[in-house]
């Protein structure tokens, strides 16, 4: 990469790192205009689907 894309990276890796969850508790409290988390929209998005693959990051929330 170089240049300040390493700089951005090594600050999200050491800050991911560091606070362990942070993500998923930051979403965890966002609403949408109708009070449904983005975690409900997007299970409402899927309902009824045969198939879901799920690129997620890989914490709890989803």
């Not at 689907?49 to 990051?57: H, Q």
Request: hydrophobic letters at 35%; a negative charge.
């Amino acid at each position: 990469m170089g240049g300040d894309g390493d700089v951005q990276e090594a600050f999200l890796r050491d800050f991911h790192a560091g606070r362990p969850g942070v993500t998923g508790e930051a979403f965890a409290r966002g609403r949408g205009p109708d009070g449904r988390s983005s975690y409900e929209l997007l299970r409402d998005r899927v309902s009824g689907a045969r198939r879901v693959l799920d690129l997620g990051c890989g914490e709890f929330l989803v």
